[in-house]
């Protein structure tokens, strides 16, 4: 799904529950909304897991937020973190936000967000809670980033694999033929695919890196519930088979 590009996007790290490798591919897709020009990372800089974040800061831009911990079992990072995204919210000077944590103690705040029309890109591990997934405008796995990333610094071609490059259960196709169906179709039955992207993108956080591709083309070109076709002016369509 694409947007419109925004003027100031805002990226806030939880830096106690994120491995850093993914900033920069987070960073490449950030770049989808326009300009990251305010890049914040909180988390208690003190503790030996985070001993190598004076280096990432540095070599990214990012402004880190020192954040102790005041109490056994209390989260400062949270607050602060939530704090300053309210906070930037009523200054009215930022048009999306990036969140990177794998926490759905942030699933109040990306809702609250999203409730002034405001754009959040949730980045975050594998075993990120579906209460946070569900309410980011796209959510992406950073591991999945991180091996995209990997693979087009050792030369690896844009064009996935057109079967097995990642896992794509009933409950996707059934989304994706949802999003079909509700398109507007021609009367060979086939719709605009930048339209079923946008369907499928406001039913749930859905985004294609997260099965191993880069465009919703290549993961249509690998299921065999569906046809593809580009007219004569570029734009593909598609057509639900079965």
Known sequence: MSHETLQNIALLIDADNIDPKGIDPVLTVMAELGQVNIR???????????VNWDTITNKFG???????????????????????AIDLLYQGKVDGFGIMTSDSDFTPL???????????????????????RSV??????????????????????????AKGAGTVDAELVELLGMAWR?????????????EIGNIAGNRSSFDVRNYGYKRL?????????????RRDNGQIFVKRLR
């Open 40 to 50: 914040r990372a909180y988390g208690n800089f003190a503790k030996q897991a985070l």
């Open 62 to 84: 990012i402004r880190p937020h020192q954040q102790f911990d005041v109490s056994k079992g209390k989260n400062a990072t949270d607050m602060a973190m939530t704090i300053d």
């Open 110 to 132: 990306v809702t609250r967000l999203r409730q002034d029309g405001i754009i959040v890109y949730g980045f975050g591990g594998t075993k990120t809670p579906e209460s946070f």
């Open 136 to 161: 980011c405008t796209r959510f992406i796995e950073i591991e999945k980033l991180i091996a995209g990333n990997a693979a087009d610094k050792a030369g690896a071609t844009a064009e996935r694999p």
């Open 182 to 194: 509700a398109a507007k179709r021609d009367d060979e039955g086939f719709a605009a695919i930048g």
């Open 217 to 229: 083309s290549d993961m249509f070109k690998a299921l065999d519930n569906f046809k593809l076709e």
